[in-house]
C-alpha cells in the first residue's frame, strides 16, 4: 500500500502535467522484496548487505529489572560505536555489553543513554506504547503529515515532460537509508536529485550503493563559511529538501523548513525523518529502525511468547518510512502547483511502524507451513558504473501509459560538483 501511494501521487502529478491518465499495477510478491531491498544489491555478482543486524553493539540486552533495552550504533558509526563503549567502560563483544547492561534497570538505562546522546529505549507492549507521552503523541498524528508553512504562487509543472517529476530539483541531505531511499524514489521518478553529504561523516559503502542510484553526489562540510553559502544558494532553487539529520544539526546551520521557505525563490517542499515524531518529548531522541521496532511493541509481539524480536526483514520502519516520505512529498508537489506556499512533510520510523501494526497480525499458529526463508526469486535489473556492475530490484510498480527513465547510474560521494 504504501508503495502504491507513491505510484498514485506519481500518477497525479502525471495526469496534471500531460492530461493523461495511467493504471497501476503492482506483483505482491515484488512489493514483499521492496520491504528489504538493501539485501538484494550486488556489485559484481556479489551482494553487498548493509550488515548493522551483524554488529555486536546492536540488539536488545536484558537489564537488571528483566526488561529489555534496544541499543544500536548502525552499521557501526565510529561516534556511536565509541560512545556506547566508553559509556559501558567495556569491550566490543555481546559478552561485555550485556554485562554492563544488566548492572542497570532499563528506564534509568534508557534516560542516561538519552541524555548521552545514544539511541536506547525499553522493549515495550503496544499497549505500554501507547500509554506513553510519545506512544500519545504519534498516535494523534497521521503517518503522513503536510503542513503548509508560507505562502507563494503557484508554481506549474512543465507540460512537457517525459516523466512525473522530470525538471524538478531535490536536494538532499540526508543519511542511513529512510531519507536516502525516499530521494532515491523521486529520482527514480525522473527528479534531478543532488544528495550532498560531508566528507567528515559519509556514510558506509553498502548504503551509498542500495540508496543512492540516480542521483548526483557532492561534498560540502557546513562547519566551513562558503561551503554554507554554496548550500544556501541550492536551496534558492530547490523545488524540494529532504533530510534525515537530528534538529540540532539543522538549527545549527539554519536548515530549518521556515528558514528554507524564507530562503526559496517559489515555494519549497521541506522533508524530514526522524525516528520518534516531531512532537512529544522523544522528539528530538536519536534513534534507527530497530529502536523504533522495539518502542512501539511491534518487537514484543514479534516474538511472542519469548525474547522480543525484529521483524523478518530487520529494516522494516526504514523503507516504510522512505516509501511514505516519497509520497508525501509528491502530494506537496501537487498543491504547491495548484495553490502555491511551502509545505513541511513530516515522517518518523515509529509512526510508520505503528501503521504497520495497524494492518493487523498473523497468528503464529497460522504459519507453521511457511518457509523460514524467502525462496521466491527476486526480479532484478542491472546498470554500469564506476563499481562495475550493479544489480538491483526491478521497480514493483508497472503503469500502462507511463515509462519510468531506465538510464541511471551511481556517482561516488563527493564526485559531483555542488551546483544544478
Given at each position: 500500500m504504501?508503495?502504491?501511494?507513491i505510484?498514485?501521487?506519481?500518477?497525479a502529478?502525471?495526469?496534471?502535467?500531460?492530461?493523461?491518465?495511467?493504471?497501476?499495477?503492482?506483483?505482491?510478491?515484488?512489493?514483499l522484496?521492496?520491504?528489504h531491498?538493501?539485501?538484494?544489491?550486488?556489485?559484481?555478482?556479489?551482494?553487498?548487505?548493509?550488515?548493522?543486524?551483524?554488529?555486536?553493539?546492536?540488539?536488545?540486552?536484558?537489564?537488571?529489572?528483566?526488561?529489555?533495552?534496544?541499543?544500536?550504533?548502525?552499521?557501526?558509526?565510529?561516534?556511536?560505536?565509541?560512545?556506547?563503549?566508553?559509556?559501558?567502560?567495556?569491550?566490543?563483544?555481546k559478552?561485555?555489553?550485556?554485562r554492563?547492561?544488566?548492572?542497570?534497570?532499563?528506564?534509568?538505562?534508557?534516560?542516561?543513554?538519552?541524555?548521552?546522546?545514544?539511541?536506547?529505549?525499553?522493549?515495550?507492549?503496544?499497549?505500554?506504547?501507547?500509554?506513553?507521552?510519545?506512544?500519545?503523541?504519534?498516535?494523534?498524528?497521521p503517518?503522513?503529515?503536510?503542513e503548509?508553512?508560507?505562502?507563494?504562487?503557484?508554481?506549474?509543472?512543465?507540460?512537457?515532460?517525459?516523466?512525473?517529476?522530470?525538471?524538478?530539483?531535490?536536494?538532499?541531505?540526508?543519511?542511513?537509508?529512510a531519507?536516502?531511499?525516499s530521494a532515491?524514489?523521486l529520482?527514480?521518478?525522473?527528479?534531478?536529485v543532488?544528495?550532498?553529504?560531508?566528507?567528515?561523516?559519509?556514510?558506509t559503502?553498502?548504503?551509498?550503493?542500495?540508496?543512492?542510484?540516480?542521483?548526483?553526489?557532492?561534498?560540502?562540510?557546513?562547519?566551513?563559511?562558503?561551503?554554507?553559502?554554496?548550500?544556501?544558494r541550492?536551496i534558492r532553487?530547490?523545488?524540494?529538501?529532504?533530510?534525515?539529520?537530528?534538529?540540532?544539526?539543522?538549527?545549527r546551520?539554519?536548515?530549518?523548513?521556515?528558514?528554507l521557505?524564507?530562503?526559496?525563490?517559489?515555494?519549497?517542499?521541506?522533508?524530514?525523518?526522524?525516528?520518534?515524531?516531531?512532537?512529544?518529548?522523544w522528539?528530538?531522541?536519536?534513534?534507527?529502525?530497530?529502536?523504533?521496532?522495539?518502542?512501539?511493541?511491534?518487537?514484543?509481539?514479534?516474538?511472542?511468547?519469548?525474547?522480543?524480536?525484529?521483524?523478518p526483514?530487520?529494516?522494516?520502519?526504514?523503507?516504510?518510512?522512505?516509501?511514505?516520505?516519497?509520497?508525501?512529498?509528491?502530494?506537496?508537489?501537487?498543491?504547491?502547483?495548484i495553490?502555491?506556499?511551502?509545505?513541511?512533510?513530516?515522517?518518523?520510523?515509529a509512526?510508520?511502524?505503528?501503521?504497520?501494526?495497524?494492518?493487523?497480525?498473523?497468528?503464529t499458529?497460522?504459519?507453521?507451513?511457511?518457509?523460514?526463508?524467502?525462496?521466491?526469486?527476486?526480479?532484478?535489473?542491472?546498470?554500469?558504473?564506476?563499481y562495475?556492475?550493479?544489480?538491483?530490484?526491478?521497480?514493483?510498480?508497472?503503469?500502462?501509459?507511463?515509462?519510468?527513465?531506465?538510464?541511471?547510474?551511481?556517482?561516488?560521494?563527493?564526485?559531483?560538483?555542488p551546483?544544478?
Amino acid at each position: 500500500m504504501a508503495q502504491l501511494l507513491i505510484g498514485i501521487a506519481a500518477a497525479a502529478i502525471w495526469h496534471t502535467r500531460t492530461g493523461q491518465q495511467t493504471n497501476i499495477s503492482i506483483d505482491i510478491i515484488d512489493a514483499l522484496h521492496y520491504l528489504h531491498p538493501t539485501h538484494f544489491v550486488q556489485q559484481q555478482g556479489r551482494l553487498i548487505n548493509v550488515g548493522a543486524e551483524f554488529v555486536d553493539v546492536n540488539g536488545m540486552f536484558l537489564c537488571r529489572d528483566d526488561r529489555y533495552v534496544m541499543i544500536e550504533g548502525g552499521p557501526p558509526y565510529p561516534k556511536l560505536l565509541k560512545g556506547y563503549l566508553n559509556f559501558f567502560d567495556c569491550g566490543y563483544n555481546k559478552k561485555s555489553i550485556a554485562r554492563e547492561v544488566a548492572k542497570w534497570d532499563s528506564a534509568d538505562l534508557e534516560e542516561a543513554l538519552a541524555k548521552a546522546g545514544l539511541p536506547a529505549c525499553r522493549a515495550f507492549s503496544r499497549e505500554e506504547w501507547l500509554a506513553h507521552p510519545q506512544g500519545i503523541a504519534l498516535n494523534e498524528a497521521p503517518v503522513i503529515e503536510i503542513e503548509k508553512i508560507a505562502d507563494s504562487a503557484p508554481v506549474l509543472f512543465d507540460t512537457v515532460a517525459s516523466s512525473p517529476l522530470q525538471g524538478i530539483r531535490v536536494l538532499d541531505f540526508t543519511h542511513v537509508l529512510a531519507g536516502p531511499r525516499s530521494a532515491r524514489t523521486l529520482a527514480e521518478y525522473g527528479a534531478h536529485v543532488l544528495h550532498i553529504s560531508s566528507p567528515a561523516y559519509p556514510d558506509t559503502f553498502a548504503q551509498h550503493l542500495g540508496v543512492d542510484e540516480g542521483k548526483k553526489c557532492a561534498y560540502l562540510d557546513l562547519r566551513g563559511a562558503a561551503d554554507r553559502e554554496t548550500m544556501k544558494r541550492l536551496i534558492r532553487r530547490a523545488d524540494i529538501f529532504t533530510n534525515s539529520y537530528r534538529p540540532g544539526v539543522n538549527t545549527r546551520f539554519g536548515l530549518l523548513p521556515a528558514e528554507l521557505a524564507e530562503a526559496s525563490e517559489r515555494g519549497i517542499v521541506c522533508m524530514d525523518i526522524n525516528a520518534f515524531g516531531h512532537s512529544g518529548p522523544w522528539s528530538e531522541r536519536p534513534g534507527f529502525d530497530q529502536n523504533a521496532q522495539v518502542a512501539c511493541g511491534f518487537a514484543a509481539k514479534e516474538g511472542e511468547p519469548d525474547k522480543p524480536r525484529f521483524s523478518p526483514v530487520f529494516y522494516l520502519g526504514d523503507l516504510m518510512a522512505g516509501y511514505f516520505a516519497a509520497a508525501g512529498v509528491m502530494a506537496a508537489l501537487l498543491r504547491r502547483s495548484i495553490e502555491g506556499g511551502s509545505y513541511h512533510v513530516k515522517i518518523s520510523l515509529a509512526r510508520s511502524v505503528m501503521w504497520v501494526q495497524e494492518l493487523g497480525f498473523l497468528e503464529t499458529a497460522a504459519q507453521t507451513s511457511l518457509p523460514e526463508k524467502d525462496i521466491y526469486p527476486a526480479k532484478m535489473i542491472s546498470i554500469d558504473s564506476v563499481y562495475g556492475k550493479l544489480s538491483f530490484l526491478a521497480p514493483s510498480l508497472t503503469f500502462s501509459n507511463l515509462d519510468l527513465p531506465k538510464e541511471s547510474s551511481l556517482s561516488p560521494y563527493g564526485a559531483d560538483s555542488p551546483e544544478w
